[in-house]
């Protein structure tokens, strides 16, 4: 039977703990200062060691301070509240969790089911550090350039704790990814991983889809609905665009991560849940707070552990290993054979790469589907030939495959300096004004759909569906304004 160590001056808590542990099939010491807490130890190495802070003969941290003591215990702090300096150091120190007292018997459970030695996680990560060179990925991810790197060496640290991670870069640089390699190197890896984009829901039915609902809530609600945080419970809920999310429906997520509980849309009964958040943005977390997107109350709360994404044109180097592995797997699940010419990689290095790694991605499967041998040149890449064919077919469509949709990134480009201008008639409408000015926009970057989204400020999924709008009511639409050069 594994066994645990209680250390904690209250006798009274102590005991009741020490009843719940035994209760999920542990056997179990109590300590009630650091003396006896070492000499415990001495007799028996626990396999969780629960560690209150404050104890008669010092600071429970102190245990910590000797590695070679406790390097074989999964060590969880007992506090009596929750906030985001004790989160801070529990990390710092190296334990893998902490509880707020009064224990919560969930929580508590969640813990002890996911005991995992310390030296087996580590040795699981330098494995795969180790073999980075050789392999080109750590979990998920790819790459071997330098800030990747420090992204791979951020994932170490936290993976194996319960602190929140906070998430930020352009879109499309794979913030999800991380999230999946954090939750798969953590110990919460046989329980759900959960990925919920908080802008893709609508804000009428976001409440439901993350906490529930009862039967009969409201209209529609014809039987009990299980939320994500019910879904994910023992696992790792991804919130994706954390800054869509309404403001109303921010204050109640900040109380579930302060309590632990929360309740179904028409319910008054609440549920504990064990669940670790892992949020992401594509916007700048301060920026979002001072424009109303996002609680700065939230943001301290989410933010225990950032991890900042660098943009796909900050690591270059990597461009041909990830172009490699993406036209591989597309290769294998095709059943072909291609491969890129020196040309087409020299043409993928040049481009800039506004859309990061899931443009990168969506261009290699054009260029799969369009080459007409096992080599792939640079006609269908970026600065290739594709430009001229995007404008043959008038840009809208045409043989070039859509990218999926990607909202403003944290650093868009802007207008050139020296780009044409447009001059539009007092009385014309928004809506013209609106088409006049994205038509142009599109020409002037020689229909390159994702730039002139971005120097618009609006996601690709938006310029998509203007452009079909166009398409619909004529190939040439007539425009009011004319074009000038400043």
Known sequence: MPHALVVDDDHDSAASLRDLIAGEQFTVAVAHNLRDARRQIALQQPDILLLDLRLPDGNGMDLLADPKLVANSEVVLCTGHANLETSIQALRLGAADYLVKPVNLTQLQGVLSRIMKPAALQAEVQGLAANLDETGHFGHLWGRSPPMKRIYEQISRVAGTSVSVFITGESGTGKEVVAQTVHDL??????PFLAVNCGAISPNLIESEIFGHEKGSFTGAERQHQGFFERAS???LFLDEITEMPLELQVKLLRV????RFMRVGSTTAIETDVRIVAAT???PYQAVSSGKLREDLLYRLNIFPIALPPLRDRAADIPLLASHFLAAICEQEGAVRHFTPEAMASL?????PGNVRELRNVVQRAFVMAQGEAIDETW????HEAAAASAWGGLGGPELPAAPAPARLADPVPDSDAPSITLPIGTSVAQAERAL???????YNHHKERTAAVLGISLKTLYNRLKEYAAEGAAPPEHGTAAQD
């Not at 953590?186 to 329980?191: A, E, T």
């Not at 890449?381 to 290739?384: K, N, S, T, V, Y």
């Not at 038509?439 to 002037?444: D, F, V």
């Open 282 to 284: 594509n916007r700048l």
């Open 438 to 444: 994205m038509l142009a926009t599109l020409r002037h």
């Open 257 to 260: 991560l302060e309590t632990g």
């Open 186 to 191: 953590s110990r919460r890896r046989k329980r």
């Open 234 to 236: 023992g696992g790792t």
């Open 381 to 384: 890449l970026p600065g290739g």
């Open 349 to 353: 290095l040049a481009y800039p790469w």
